[in-house]
């Protein structure tokens, strides 16, 4: 029977969505398998930083991975300093942290879990991105350009993995409250987890889900109307909590 595979066990979004799709009747899911970092977390352990690709390749054949089984990509870390708008402040090595994990670790997970499908000939991928990649602005430069690259790569690979029946569903929530965002204030359209598990569950497969959907349309002006991209950008840093 196909299981949940879940990358990112502490998560609260990755947790809220394994456990939706484990719970839910549409789907027949006996499992979550949660690969992290810690042991009182996770059934898998892995050290990404060490040797990535091997550790991917290691953990998804200790996981099992199989056709139809359902994996959920749920890695990113956001800098503490990520509002901070003078250079002179900025950690470069939280930053790079904050990249390696967000960016290349993500795209890593999501290409080899996507190979691994593909020669099985099915399954069926959620991957968590952001609004703050559509479009990135200078508050939230170093996770959402980590984010635009994720989508990019996603975007491009998705039509020809359908093809071979993997589905792939990018999510792109707005503010959610977790320990993520615990340095910043609610913002305009803020949801809660579960709001998130639900909305997924709701709309997958999509090829990409707008969490709120009203963000594809935000998404449009502030790409389009350079003063609204401005005034988004005011709003985010006035949520910082100092």
């Known amino acids: 029977m196909p299981k949940i595979i879940l990358y990112g066990s502490s998560s609260e979004l990755g947790i809220a969505t394994a456990n939706k799709f484990l719970n839910s009747d549409r789907y027949?899911?006996?499992?979550?398998?949660?690969?992290?970092?810690?042991?009182?977390?996770s059934k898998i352990v892995w050290q990404p930083e060490v040797d990535s690709?091997?550790?991917?390749?290691?953990?998804?054949?200790e996981a099992q991975?199989?056709?139809?089984?359902?994996?959920?990509?749920?890695?990113?870390s956001l800098p503490r300093l990520e509002l901070e708008v003078d250079p002179s402040n900025w950690d470069l090595q939280e930053i790079g942290e904050s990249i390696f994990v967000t960016c290349y670790l993500s795209v890593m997970v999501f290409l080899k879990v996507a190979k691994d499908f593909y020669n099985l000939g099915g399954g069926q991928i959620i991957i968590f991105s952001s609004v703050a990649s559509s479009p990135v602005l200078p508050a939230n430069i170093f996770y959402g350009s980590s984010k635009f690259m994720l989508d990019k790569i996603v975007f491009n690979y998705q039509k020809a993995l359908r093809k071979s029946k993997v589905e792939v569903s990018l999510v792109k929530p707005a503010y959610v409250d977790t320990k993520l965002n615990a340095n910043r204030k609610p913002t305009s359209f803020s949801i809660s987890v579960g709001d998130v598990s639900n909305y997924i569950l709701s709309q997958f497969p999509n090829r990409i889900i707008w969490i709120p959907g009203i963000f594809r349309a935000i998404s449009l002006i502030l790409t389009k109307v350079p003063i609204f991209k401005r005034i988004a950008n005011k709003a985010i840093l006035k949520s910082i909590i100092s």
């Open 28 to 41: 027949k899911f006996t499992e979550i398998v949660t690969i992290g970092r810690k042991a009182e977390t």
């Open 53 to 61: 690709l091997n550790e991917i390749t290691r953990v998804n054949f």
């Open 65 to 76: 991975i199989a056709k139809n089984d359902l994996v959920v990509i749920a890695l990113g």
